[in-house]
């Protein structure tokens, strides 16, 4: 019963964690006015540094004495909420995203009609010491008014800036100004006004998490500017000498030496190196600016921006900004991938010639082992022909001298004839004694044979069993 129960709970658990949505519980502590401080940086190694920045968040919240009841960490979010005696609430937020952590300080007022402005936050007793543990990608100052938006005149003395853009958002009431210009602390600085009646206060975070999220991601897509125009004049460096080596390679190719070859092999080999590890470093950096591209345009689309008066659209400077971008690093991308292409492809034929030119070789070389064995052949042969003469010439002049003996002691008539009659019998006897000691021999190297197959045959039924 247990082991049946246990998926079930495992699924649910994951089910609920699918579904949770932690950050919803912040909007009850929200109202404007409020002015929020945001903060991201961009991580060099996320799997050491995000885990480090939920400790420095932790630590943060022990420094501003937040209550624990107010408080709620999770693995990749938290926040902490703070209420002073006044009635002015200060509220941090953390987040860690796959490439970046960032944070969020809300000062929420008590004074319904003000009591907040852009700058350092006003919160008693508050002091935010952070040590970033990446580079800086975007910081924001940013207002949440009630009431009617300020004129432009009053606008143009808060936002630093040469030109004010501004729109209408979610609904007729909502609008935001801003100058995309950082201020003396760093800052781009927002004006939100929501109207006279706030509605849904969680509204409030909806409307900031859209304006960092478009930031964040503006910043994150031209962050990577210098490396790709960088990359962009070396991969035309390597294109130029791309094209000049297969020009050289193509016409000569047909007609070069192992050396030439093997000498064209080691450079391209370099040339496909530094191809490699240029391509690995873009497509890490380079390879999430079309999912970023795409949150940017979609945030932009759920705000459903509409014009106000005398100011330019938000939309306009942050479009005009990543047009093309994503794009072009793609396209960088696809020329560093074609670009090593045609490195491997250049390498495959002068690999292939180079193994042509090893099986010629291997070709003559077998071809002289043929002739040479052919040549031992016919020397053994005649070796062997010769060894029956001389043989039969000694079997013959040693029956000479018997057949004299013979002929001294009366057994024999005519020494001579008998030599001569014995001749053919000596070529005979001498031809059978080469012949017998062939065939011994090669028994003899045959029955040596069988008992090193029997050791190999015995290894193998090891090895099977």
């Known amino acids: 019963m247990n082991h049946q129960d246990t998926p079930q709970t495992e699924a649910g658990a994951f089910l609920r964690k699918l579904h949770e ?22 991580m060099s190694d996320p799997p050491t540094q995000r885990p480090a920045s939920r400790l420095e968040f932790q630590s943060l919240l022990e420094r501003c004495k937040v209550p624990v009841e107010t408080t709620q960490l999770r693995e990749t979010f938290g926040y902490g909420v703070k209420e002073s005696e006044s009635g002015d609430r200060l509220i941090l937020i953390w987040q860690a995203h796959t490439e970046y952590y960032n944070y969020q300080f809300w000062h929420v007022s008590a004074q319904m009609g003000g009591g907040v402005t852009f700058g350092p936050l006003t919160f008693q007793d508050y002091l935010c010491s952070l040590q970033p543990l990446g580079s800086v990608v975007c910081r924001l100052d940013v207002l949440l008014t009630t009431g009617l938006l300020p004129s432009r005149t009053d606008l143009r003395a808060l936002l630093p800036g040469p030109v004010l853009y501004g729109s209408r958002i979610l609904n007729e009431q909502t609008s935001i100004v801003t100058s995309f210009t950082p201020d003396t602390h760093g800052r781009e600085r927002y004006w939100v006004g929501v109207g006279p009646s706030q509605g849904d206060p969680s509204r ?57 070859l093997q000498r064209w092999l080691n450079t391209l080999t ?53 047009t093309g971008v994503a794009e072009g690093y793609q396209q960088l991308l696809k020329r560093i991938d074609t670009l ?74 005519n020494a001579n004839l008998a030599s001569a009659i014995f001749v053919p019998i000596a070529i005979g006897l001498a031809f059978a004694v080469t012949t017998f000691s062939k065939k011994y021999l090669h028994k003899k190297l045959e029955g040596e044979q069988p008992p090193h197959s029997e050791e190999k045959r015995k290894g193998q039924q090891d090895n099977d069993s």
């Open 21 to 42: 949505r932690p950050h919803q519980p912040i909007g009850q502590w929200l109202r404007a006015p409020a002015h929020v401080h945001y903060e991201a940086f961009r």
């Open 204 to 260: 409030l975070k909806d409307i900031v998490d859209a304006i960092v999220r478009i930031e964040t991601y503006y910043h994150l897509l031209l962050m990577q500017k210098p490396l790709f125009s960088a990359a962009i004049d070396q991969a035309y460096k390597f294109e130029q000498v791309h094209l000049k080596q297969r020009e050289i390679i193509t016409s000569h190719i047909a007609h070069a030496d192992s050396q030439t």
């Open 270 to 322: 370099q040339d496909l190196l530094k191809t490699n590890r240029m391509a690995g470093k873009l497509h890490f950096e380079l390879s999430a600016s079309l999912p970023y591209d795409r949150i940017v345009h979609s945030t932009l689309a759920l705000l459903a921006e509409k014009p106000l008066d005398s100011y330019r659209p938000t939309s306009d400077y942050v479009l005009s900004g990543i």
């Open 340 to 413: 090593r292409g045609g490195f491997e492809g250049i390498i495959t034929i002068i690999r292939t010639r180079i193994d042509l030119i090893l099986e010629a070789q291997n070709l003559a070389l077998l071809q002289s082992v043929d002739k040479t064995t052919k040549s031992q052949v016919l020397l053994q042969h005649t070796v062997e022909g010769l060894s029956v003469i001389v043989i039969a010439y000694y079997l013959a002049g040693l029956c000479g001298y018997v057949f004299k003996g013979f002929q001294e002691m009366g057994w024999l008539k």
